[in-house]
């Protein structure tokens, strides 16, 4: 039977104990045992497939990855402690001394701070390219190009870069693509779909949905994932099994809260881009998006993410955060709750000026999450804060 993604979301589970409980119990162990010396002997030999430590796997976190699998038509996935320690390990598990990759420039501000300040360490080094013109990627391709890095929708200027693009490029030059999927979530983009070998997600955002746990987690390929696996077991970032059993549980009103989050997310950008105290509104799925017809090609609807600019830059922004009553300042995402944040003071604070332009941060850009209140009470809010 070729059940639908939201039936998967909610039957793939676990295989039931002796008890028959209906919900899956949660393994809350550090460790396994084993039947007899040769069990013990075989399973750290890897001839069988079994839990030994739950550094290296637990059947809470075995059926999250499942699932996000599932979700993504991945061959395979590793479960990590927040979505940071998935971008560092699969990176670190694929690159290796002298290699370069090819990034987008708008990505998140801590994985600017691995390509910029860590990673040269290693002498790994990195060409950005701008969002906007993906035809400048082949030329910032080098002989020790390992891969090509982008998000998409992007953090936190929600641009839309086509996927089918980067996984021609990628293919062409015989070098990985890694997708950064957080912004959609695999309910609304898949992005292996397009070429990506593989694909990370923070699961502290919109997997969770409700702000309560960290959590990260890369699939894709088996070959690739096996790599990302063995460096991630012996350094050890992997996920709790309690945050595990949270995410799984999660993943199972995926869809439902998605639908909503985009909904109300559509109606404020609409809102938005008519209000004469806003420069300019970013929402995939607005018309005005200079990337609509890509978003509606490759993403089911267009995220929880607003971003737009309050006219009167640095103090009419600072003015607005402080006149927000209902919504939460904050740095999170895909959260219940509605979500502002200043990405040039928070976010990404740690970049210079120039890299926060060529990433598209103006001063007064503000970023919204949108969540899952009423949205008449969510447009109230931001109404009387932007005066």
């Known amino acids: 039977m070729n059940k639908k993604f939201e039936t998967n979301a909610i039957r793939n589970q676990l295989k039931r104990t002796e008890n028959l409980e209906h919900s899956v119990p949660m393994y809350l162990t550090s460790s396994f045992v084993f039947e007899d010396a040769e069990d013990m002997r075989a399973s750290f030999a890897e001839e069988k497939e079994r839990n030994i430590y739950s550094r290296y796997s637990n059947p809470n976190t075995n059926e999250f ?65 701008d969002v906007h013109d993906l035809d400048s990627i082949e030329g910032l391709i ?101 945050n595990a059993w949270v995410l799984s549980k999660s993943l199972e009103t995926l869809a439902v809260r998605v639908d909503r989050h985009c909904a109300n997310a559509l109606k404020l950008a609409e809102f938005l881009e008519t209000h004469d105290r806003v420069n300019w509104v970013k929402y995939p799925f607005l018309k005005s998006h ?14 929880c993410v607003v971003a737009f600019e309050v006219k009167g830059g640095l103090e009419a922004g600072r003015k607005f955060f402080d006149s927000i009553k209902l919504l939460s300042l904050s740095a999170n995402l895909g959260d219940s709750r509605s979500i502002v944040t200043h990405p040039a003071s928070t976010t990404h604070s740690k970049l210079s000026v120039a890299e926060r332009a060529a990433s598209g941060i103006t001063e007064g850009m503000v970023r919204i999450s949108v969540g899952l209140e009423h949205i008449d009470d969510i447009i109230a809010d931001i109404s009387q804060a932007l005066g």
């Open 65 to 129: 990855v499942d699932k996000v699998c599932q979700m993504e038509g991945a061959e395979q996935g590793f479960a990590f402690a927040s979505g940071m320690a998935a971008v560092f390990s699969t990176l670190a598990a694929l690159l290796e001394s002298g290699d370069h990759v090819v990034s987008a420039a708008s990505i998140f501000g801590s994985t600017h701070s691995l390509f910029n300040n860590f990673f040269p360490k290693w002498n790994i080094s990195h060409s950005y390219f």
């Open 142 to 242: 080098q002989p020790n190009t390992k891969l090509i890095y982008a998000e998409t929708p992007t953090n936190p200027g929600v641009d839309v870069l086509e996927l089918e693009v980067l996984g021609q490029i990628a293919k062409k030059h015989n070098v990985l693509l890694v997708i950064d999927n957080c912004f959609a979530s695999p309910y609304l983009q898949q992005p292996i779909k397009f070429g990506a070998d593989l694909v990370i997600h923070s699961g502290t955002k919109l997997m969770d949905g409700q702000g309560r746990v960290l959590a990260g987690i890369t699939v894709g390929k088996a070959e690739l994932m096996d790599k990302v696996y063995r460096f991630s077991r012996i350094t050890g970032p992997a996920l709790s099994p309690f």
């Open 290 to 303: 200079p990337k609509y017809d890509v978003a509606k090609k490759q993403m089911k609807a267009g995220g």
